[in-house]
């Protein structure tokens, strides 16, 4: 590794998730047909959740079985990515993997990796990818960031970071949307900008 490398190492962190804090909300009393619309909400989610708790069982009955065939035809010279699964009612889906795979990325789980597949193995099946970041303070200080150009050189800013601007609303506007605007720019703003669907839980 040469010393660009052992600065990124040197200066990598690890993302920490953040704490959701839980504030009373206020209450809504629905009534007459509104409240038998709740009730109704009520009961397809209990429904669906029944249905989602019986997909799953099944669901991993059959992928086991399937995963099974997949891997005896890979370890036979056969791999194929996808199945048409059906019954004796002619009933049928598609069993499709994905060359897509979920890696942690703290070390011991990484040593348990290399200490299951062996370093060539391990080069062979994983490689590294690197996102170099500038803090945010950067772009909030006047003085970081002169001190940064002069370190890198204004000129030579394209040869090692790419610029990637992405517009988004600032925190807190749900609070404060309504004092924004009156209610038909409010409905022009919401047909350019949508907000998340609030959920039922």
Do not use: W
């Not at 962190?13 to 619309?37: D, F, M, N, V, Y």
């Not at 065939?69 to 004796?88: E, H, L, P, T």
Request: glycine letters at 6%; charged letters at 35%; a neutral charge.
């Amino acid at each position: 590794m040469g010393l660009f490398d052992d600065v990124i190492n040197q200066n990598t962190t690890t993302a920490k998730p953040k704490s959701a804090s839980k504030k009373q909300s206020p209450k809504i009393l629905l009534e007459g047909e509104l409240g038998k619309s709740l009730s109704q909400v009520i009961k397809c989610k209990e429904d669906l959740a029944l249905a989602k708790d019986g997909l799953a069982i099944a669901a991993a009955d059959v992928i086991g079985a399937c995963q099974e065939r997949q891997d005896n035809d890979a370890f036979a010279g056969n791999f194929v990515g996808s199945y048409d699964v059906s019954n004796k009612k002619g009933e049928s889906i598609k069993f499709v993997t994905t060359d897509s795979f979920s890696v942690p990325q703290d070390e011991d789980s990484r040593k348990a990796i290399e200490k299951v597949v062996g370093k060539v193995k391990f080069e062979k099946i994983f490689e590294e990818t690197s996102c170099v970041m500038l803090k945010g303070e950067v772009f909030k200080d006047e003085a970081l960031q002169k001190e940064f150009l002069a370190i890198v050189g204004k000129d030579n800013f394209s040869k090692f970071f790419v610029n990637v601007k992405k517009l988004k609303t600032k925190k807190g506007l749900k609070e404060k949307l309504h004092n924004y605007f009156d209610e038909e720019k409010l409905e022009d703003f919401r047909a350019l900008v949508s907000q998340n669907t609030p959920s039922l839980k």
